[in-house]
């Protein structure tokens, strides 16, 4: 266990929201507007938080927003290194045969993941989404199970997956809340705006490769919404017109879900009023980046003589435009840290408080590891000491 001692950053940090044009009084109870959307969430990317909810955990058909978990298993296969852009993915019958939105890939053709990854994003492609899921997972059935476990890992609980495409069964629901969890993990891998962002490309399909299919985004946010970076759209007779959608304008990330549209042109223009109030009357403030040195430690019995001490991940405060705040951010650490210690071992943490009122947290953490000093390296520590004093 760990005994805390207290600094305080600049002792009382005052944080005054002076940049701002705008004043909202806008409160949850009070809606400001309605949505034809059966279930719509309007959070904060950075820090998750909920400023329009409308049925948020309702259970409704997904439709191919499913593919955001596929995305999401992607890129963490990618930035692990198990996965290749350029990895050469042979397309089963299985794949080839699914039905819906498709680039029409042949039974026995060879795809890159990377081309996999462009038919999902922009076309919406079921039969690129099971082909990927069949080569990282080595069947759709296991691989599906991946999604459901993903799933429960991020909170999900009102989420179950039945297959990697959409398509509709009675079994595979999830709700705007949960949809907003796995976006937000989605877009903790940056990569993945190199095939969100693309508007237009081509792809070549078919054993020879002399089929051309030309992709359009099927999210039209795009092309016309400033800012706009994601995500996925969804459609069947039994979800209705359904979009997932990003934008990013300076500090502020935000991410729209609407589930149950009636018509194309509402999912859109829905999802742009959600992000529109977000935009106009929200601000994001960073507290902290992912791996930012926050303190140099003194270590006890270790190889080396101190580490740093970096936050475990980003950190901003969804602010409210016009509302100045008092924010206190106080730094809790030990005096040192003991050897052995591993690479990312939580060591401290980062308090936040609203006038004495907690209001977050950022877990402080180890940059490497650090083995115990042997009874050797103890002793070159002294001489080393000693000699150097002499001189």
């Given at each position: 266990?760990?005994?805390?001692?207290?600094?305080?950053?600049?002792?009382?940090?005052?944080?005054?929201?002076?940049?701002?044009?705008?004043?909202?009084?806008?409160?949850l109870?009070?809606?400001?507007?309605?949505?034809e959307?059966?279930?719509?969430?309007?959070?904060?990317?950075?820090?998750?938080?909920?400023i329009?909810?409308?049925?948020?955990?309702?259970?409704?058909?997904?439709?191919?927003?499913?593919k955001?978990?596929?995305l999401?298993?992607?890129?963490?296969?990618?930035?692990?290194?198990?996965?290749?852009?350029?990895d050469?993915?042979?397309?089963?019958?299985?794949?080839?045969?699914?039905?819906?939105?498709?680039?029409?890939?042949?039974?026995?053709?060879?795809?890159?993941?990377?081309?996999l990854l462009?038919?999902?994003?922009?076309?919406?492609?079921?039969?690129?989404?099971?082909?990927?899921?069949e080569?990282?997972?080595?069947s759709?059935?296991v691989?599906?199970?991946?999604?459901?476990?993903?799933a429960?890992?991020?909170?999900?609980?009102n989420?179950?997956?039945?297959?990697?495409?959409?398509?509709?069964?009675?079994?595979?629901?999830?709700?705007?809340?949960?949809?907003?969890l796995m976006?937000?993990?989605?877009?903790?891998?940056?990569?993945?705006?190199?095939w969100?962002t693309?508007?237009?490309?081509?792809i070549?399909?078919?054993?020879?490769?002399?089929v051309?299919?030309?992709?359009?985004?099927?999210?039209?946010?795009?092309?016309?919404?400033?800012?706009?970076?994601?995500?996925?759209?969804g459609?069947?007779?039994?979800?209705?017109?359904?979009?997932?959608?990003?934008?990013?304008?300076?500090?502020?990330?935000?991410?729209?879900?609407?589930?149950?549209?009636?018509t194309?042109?509402s999912?859109?223009q829905?999802?742009k009023?959600?992000?529109?109030?977000?935009?106009?009357?929200?601000?994001?403030?960073?507290?902290?980046?992912k791996?930012?040195?926050?303190?140099?430690?003194?270590?006890?019995?270790?190889?080396?003589?101190?580490?740093?001490?970096?936050?475990?991940?980003?950190?901003?405060?969804?602010?409210?435009?016009?509302d100045s705040?008092?924010?206190?951010?106080?730094?809790?650490?030990?005096?040192?840290?003991?050897?052995?210690?591993?690479?990312?071992?939580?060591?401290?943490?980062?308090?936040?408080?609203?006038?004495?009122?907690?209001?977050?947290?950022?877990n402080l953490?180890?940059e490497?590891?650090?083995?115990?000093?042997?009874?050797i390296d103890?002793?070159?520590?002294?001489?080393s000491?000693?000699?150097?004093?002499?001189?």
């Open positions: 266990m760990i005994n805390l001692v207290k600094y305080k950053k600049a002792v009382t940090t005052l944080i005054l929201i002076a940049l701002v044009f705008t004043t909202s009084s806008f409160s109870a009070e809606e400001p507007f309605k949505l959307a059966k279930s719509a969430i309007l959070v904060d990317a950075n820090s998750g938080e909920i329009y909810e409308k049925n948020i955990h309702e259970k409704l058909p997904p439709a191919s927003i499913t955001i978990m596929v999401l298993i992607a890129m963490e296969d990618l930035y692990s290194g198990k996965l290749k852009l350029d050469e993915v042979y397309v089963s019958a299985n794949a080839a045969r699914m039905g819906g939105s498709q680039v029409y890939l042949e039974e026995g053709e060879i795809q890159t993941v990377d081309n462009k038919a999902i994003c922009l076309r919406s492609a079921n039969d690129a989404s099971v082909a990927l899921g080569h990282i997972s080595g759709i059935d691989f599906v199970q991946r999604m459901n476990e993903k429960k890992q991020l909170g999900m609980t989420t179950n997956f039945k297959n990697a495409t959409g398509l509709p069964d009675e079994e595979h629901y999830s709700t705007a809340y949960d949809i907003s976006s937000r993990e989605l877009l903790n891998y940056p990569k993945i705006h190199d969100l693309i508007y237009m490309t081509d070549k399909v078919g054993k020879n490769k002399d051309t299919q030309t992709l359009v985004n099927t999210n039209k946010l795009i092309r016309d919404y400033q800012g706009a970076n994601g995500l996925k759209t459609l069947t007779n039994e979800a209705g017109y359904c979009l997932a959608a990003s934008a990013k304008r300076g500090n502020l990330s935000l991410i729209s879900v609407v589930l149950g549209e009636p194309s042109n999912r859109f829905e999802a009023k959600l992000l529109d109030f977000g935009f106009a009357n929200y601000d994001s403030l960073p507290i902290c980046k791996n930012e040195v926050i303190k140099n430690l003194k270590v006890s019995k270790g190889k080396e003589d101190s580490v740093n001490i970096v936050a475990e991940s980003d950190y901003s405060l969804l602010v409210k435009k016009g705040k008092q924010i206190e951010k106080e730094i809790l650490l030990p005096e040192f840290v003991t050897a052995p210690f591993e690479k990312g071992q939580k060591i401290g943490e980062i308090l936040l408080l609203d006038n004495g009122k907690e209001i977050g947290r950022v953490v180890t490497k590891g650090l083995e115990k000093a042997s009874l103890i002793f070159k520590k002294i001489t000491t000693f000699l150097g004093n002499k001189k």
